[in-house]
């Protein structure tokens, strides 16, 4: 079977190349249907990530955040027609210490091996979670950046003690609305408090119990735990004012990715006795968390498709350039791509 196969080549330029599928590989041929462009693709789009890490993974097909339709499955479990969310992460091991989305050998799509950005995907059943009948397949196609929230909670659960009065979060954009709004689901009796830099971005908050600018915190105010969803430059400022608000033997989730090496206060981190934990990416087991939460809190739909940016339907490479130029005009949200046949 062939495939056709939308790699980019170099920042701002994709190509077609065709590729054979193998129908007797075990693997299930889902046809992606909605696509979500994450920072990640972005920076490989405009060529921000650094000369030699580009040249080593680039010609690839971007794109790890997207849903599809079933088109055929030798294994029997899905049917054709049947909507999945497809997970990117490809662990070639098992480890019974350390999950699959931090082990070195794993791949992951869009990284390390070709993204969705395909005609069709060539994926084991493993890989798949099925999705509730008549969901929003936009709000669906970035599920794998609601699954990182979901997985950092989980290990947050575990890890944090049970005072849990009030949390923190730093960050007004995409992470800080998805991982505040799952905290809210998470922790009910907990208050939730959003820091961040634009004030307009913050009145997106409505779930919150309050919102403040970085530079208008209450006097008196001090956090159980909190989590840091800023990244790039703005992280080592983030990070200096969470251990300076936070309680002595509170726990820090950091979530915000860098490009650069970030200094932080290690001083007050012993003298808070403070527990301080990254977490990045996520497995299979997070994303069926997160479609399970999908079914039963059903509004958690509405409040994530107020991240929607823009719809794109696309059919060639020029469209796809389209949405990729329109996602570097947009303040906040989600860029979603429809494929249409």
């Known amino acids: 079977m062939i495939n056709t196969v939308y790699r980019l080549v170099e920042p701002r330029r994709f190509e077609i190349a065709f590729e054979d599928i193998d129908l007797f590989s075990g693997d299930v041929i889902v046809r992606p249907t909605n696509l979500s462009i994450c920072n990640a693709d972005m920076r490989y789009y405009l060529g921000t990530r650094d000369a030699k890490a580009l040249a080593e993974k680039l010609p690839m097909a971007l794109i790890h955040e997207g849903v599809g339709r079933v088109m055929y499955d030798p294994t029997g479990e899905y049917k054709p027609g049947d909507t999945v969310v497809m997970v990117p992460n490809a662990p070639c091991e098992k480890n019974d210490y350390i999950a699959e989305n931090y082990l070195r050998s794993s791949k992951f799509c869009g990284s390390s091996m070709d993204g969705f950005l395909q005609e069709f995907v060539s994926i084991s ?28 909670i989980s290990r947050f659960d575990s890890i944090a003690h049970p005072m849990r009065d009030v949390i923190g979060v730093w960050g007004d954009g ?10 809210k689901y998470y922790f009910p009796d907990s208050k939730i408090i959003i820091f961040g830099t634009v004030r307009e971005k913050l009145a997106d908050f409505t779930f919150a119990d309050e919102t403040h600018l970085v530079n208008e915190v209450p006097d008196d105010f001090a956090m159980d735990h909190a989590f840091e969803c800023v990244g790039g430059n703005g992280s080592p400022i983030a990070i200096e004012q969470i251990i300076g608000l936070i309680k002595p033997e509170a726990t820090i989730s950091i979530l915000g990715v860098s490009e650069y090496p970030v200094s932080i206060n290690t001083r007050m981190i012993l003298e808070k006795g403070l527990r301080v934990f990254g977490s990045s990416r996520s497995g299979a087991a997070d994303f069926k968390k997160t479609v399970d939460m999908y079914t039963k809190n059903p509004e958690i739909i509405d409040y994530l498709g107020s991240l929607i940016s823009s719809v794109n339907v696309v059919r060639t490479t020029t469209d796809i350039k389209n949405a990729f130029e329109k996602d570097t005009q947009k303040s906040f949200g989600k860029t979603i ?3 249409e046949e």
């Not at 800080?176 to 905290?183: P, V």
């Open 125 to 152: 059943p493993k890989r798949l979670v099925k999705l509730t009948e008549g969901i929003d397949m936009n709000v669906a196609a970035f599920t794998e950046i609601v699954s990182v929230s979901v997985h950092a």
């Open 174 to 183: 995409n992470l800080g609305y998805i991982t505040s709004l799952l905290l």
């Open 337 to 339: 791509m429809k494929w």
